[in-house]
């Protein structure tokens, strides 16, 4: 069974500075992996996605993430924090039927 | 085009009492799956429906019910509502043609169970 593991819970960065986010994931082939961000009270928004290809994905607000095969993970990252991207951030795995497994979550608080 | 509509966005229920969300999907979507968001648990997934069909289901207990409509609506059920069962429900469509298709989520419903 797929499983996504996020080890930070919980980051503080300063509004400006560079943000990554980390992502392992357990699955046993190619996986589909996505990036998804929860402001307070809302739903789910896509951030990337990465399928196949060019292991660099880029996404929306500024965000990319990398896929390293070698390493199971799929970590997120922003050059230049800004206030609005404080937030909770997921990390998921599909299955082969789309069934998307969540990882735990990571609080993103950005400090001016 | 219209995102995902989860109806009503809040509700309040006494323990014992039965629920139903509802969710819209987007237009030409087939496929609606629902998850269930708590502080302690986090996000687990619920069931899917594809074409009227359940497709896949997660570990809940036969309380936690849904359907989907010809429309591609679709609807969750919980009955004998308990205090766990407080939480914000999400609802997803996609093409549902498998793995490398995007999810779009809906603002949630927050159930209350008191």
């Known amino acids: 069974a797929q499983s996504v593991t996020q080890p930070d819970i919980h980051i503080t960065v300063s509004e400006g500075a560079s943000l990554e986010l980390r992502c392992n994931y357990s699955?046993?082939?190619?996986?589909?992996l996505f990036w998804y961000v929860q402001s307070p009270g809302q739903g789910l928004q896509l951030l990337l996605k990465?399928?196949?290809?060019?292991?660099l994905v880029q996404g929306i607000k500024g965000f990319e993430a990398e896929f390293k095969r070698s390493q199971s993970s799929f970590n997120l990252r922003k050059p230049s924090v800004h206030w609005s991207d404080a937030a909770e951030y997921f990390c998921?795995?599909?299955?082969?039927?789309?069934?998307?497994?969540f990882g735990a979550g990571t609080q993103v608080v950005v400090t001016p | 085009k219209a995102g995902v509509t989860q109806t009503p966005r809040y509700l309040i229920k006494t323990r014992g009492q039965q629920v139903t969300l509802s969710c819209s999907p987007i237009?030409?979507?087939?496929?609606v799956s629902w998850y269930q968001q708590t502080p302690g648990q986090g996000l687990q997934f619920l069931f899917e429906?594809?074409?009227?069909?359940?497709?896949n289901k997660g570990n809940f207990p036969g309380r936690f019910s849904g359907r989907q409509f010809s429309n591609s609506r679709s609807e969750m059920n919980v009955s004998t509502l308990e205090l766990g069962d407080s939480a914000l429900y999400l609802c997803?469509?996609?093409?549902?043609?498998?793995?490398?298709?995007?999810?779009?989520f809906g603002q949630g419903t927050r159930l209350t169970v008191v």
């Open positions: 990465y399928f196949s290809g060019d292991t």
């Open positions: 429906y594809f074409s009227e069909t359940q497709r």
């Open positions: 997803a469509s996609s093409s549902g043609q498998g793995m490398n298709t995007e999810a779009f």
């Open positions: 998921a795995v599909a299955d082969s039927w789309g069934k998307l497994q």
């Open positions: 237009s030409g979507h087939r496929s």
């Open positions: 699955y046993g082939a190619t996986p589909y």
